[in-house]
């Protein structure tokens, strides 16, 4: 007699696909998603389609979450050299044929305009977890240094176009996947000595460093005028310190618990410039308070925890260094979308997470959570 096989319902069907969905890191995304449609509509409703659009992104990038998510680790490793140098081959094509818009070539024109130095958000990581990988158990001095030059040519190319915000998220995650590696602390403690020195001098003779005709060797006029206004927004109030000293107004309006949805007067009254994009922070804080502020950071925390530890849990080096660097790009994102907008940090262009307008973003935050899923579902799969 011929045996007869019952179809696996749907549910069956699916049941292995989200098998490695993490459930407090997809909640915690969710109330973000959640959060940035509630922002979007209001600060973005008399602003064209931004609404609709950001909805779609989000779907989209949903969709890429859930294609990269079924993808095993072992198979993103092999992803990474050709990703690179696509990534680093585009981005010196726009540095010879890049389209110029605002005073910055960083676009091409591909049969689509794209951004290139996107990419490098997750091929960067990708790259030094494989170049890790494969010495695992050898490692030499060498072997990071060789690391450090792969990072820089990228990071190189970027600030060259120039867009400060996309080369600070690039070499937050590489040198996230150096010092995960095992990069020594006695060439970690002095640049940061340094840094904290240049910091301090900066800030002591403010005065004279950013009085007018001063120029600083290595960073760009407007890179500089970003941090000088950093320093003192009143100095141009109404020009390049316009930006920061109306999101500290908007965020200082807010009060505990805010004036309410669709309530916010400096951003209806367009007061906050970039309020969908690098701003939004900024129209969130003003109608939903410091209440709402302690909302949005504990979701980016437990993101982030979450993150960490998928990446203490993974069953491979790659894995590891990998997740931990994808953590750090969310990290990097919310930390100086927030600083700048608070006014403790420069302006340099980066979006907050799920909440800023933004299709490249979100196919790149799709991208990497997506990473952090199939990593989840590799350890669950290995334990099982």
Request: glycine share 10%; proline share 5%; net charge positive.
């Amino acid at each position: 007699m011929a045996a007869v096989f019952e179809r696996p319902s749907l549910r069956q069907r699916l049941a292995p696909m989200l098998q490695g969905f993490d459930g407090p890191l997809a909640f915690a995304v969710f109330l973000l998603a959640c959060a940035g449609l509630v922002t979007m509509y209001s600060s973005g409703y008399d602003y064209g389609g931004r609404f609709v659009d950001h909805a779609r992104n989000m779907v989209l990038a949903g969709t890429i979450l859930f294609v990269v998510a079924q993808v095993p680790p072992q198979r993103l490793m092999s992803f990474a050299v050709p990703l690179y140098g696509l990534g680093v081959a585009l981005l010196v094509a726009v540095a010879l044929f890049g389209v110029t818009k605002k005073g910055a070539r960083r676009w091409i024109n591909v049969g689509v305009v794209i951004q290139p130095s996107e990419i490098l958000k997750i091929a960067m990581p990708l790259m030094l977890a494989w170049w890790f990988q494969k010495r695992e158990g050898q490692l030499r001095p060498l072997d990071f240094f060789v690391a450090l030059v792969l990072l820089a040519v990228p990071v190189g190319l970027i600030m060259k176009q120039p867009d400060l915000g996309t080369a600070l998220l690039v070499l937050t995650a590489g040198l996230s996947v150096v010092f995960f590696a095992g990069l020594s602390w006695k060439l970690i403690v002095p640049p940061l000595v340094l840094g904290l020195v240049g910091v301090t001098l900066v800030v002591a003779f403010e005065g004279s460093l950013c009085a007018e005709g001063v120029r600083w060797p290595v960073l760009h006029d407007y890179q500089q005028q970003r941090i000088c206004t950093l320093l003192d927004p009143t100095r141009d109030p109404l020009g390049k310190g316009f930006h920061i000293i109306q999101g500290m107004i908007a965020i200082g309006s807010g009060g505990v618990f805010g004036k309410g949805f669709m309530q916010g007067t400096q951003t209806h009254l367009e007061f906050i410039p970039e309020r969908t994009t690098d701003f939004i922070f900024a129209a969130f804080s003003e109608e939903f308070g410091l209440a709402g502020n302690l909302f949005l950071i504990a979701c980016f925390l437990v993101l982030v925890m979450r993150g960490m530890n998928i990446a203490l849990e993974a069953p491979t080096l790659f894995s590891r260094l990998l997740a931990g660097a994808v953590t750090m790009i969310f990290f990097t994102y919310a930390f100086v979308n927030m600083g700048m907008v608070s006014g403790i940090l420069p302006v340099v262009g980066v979006p907050l997470p799920f909440i800023s307008y933004g299709g490249t973003a979100m196919v790149t935050l799709g991208m990497g959570l997506g990473i952090l899923m199939s990593i989840a579902r590799s350890k669950r799969l290995v334990q099982s």
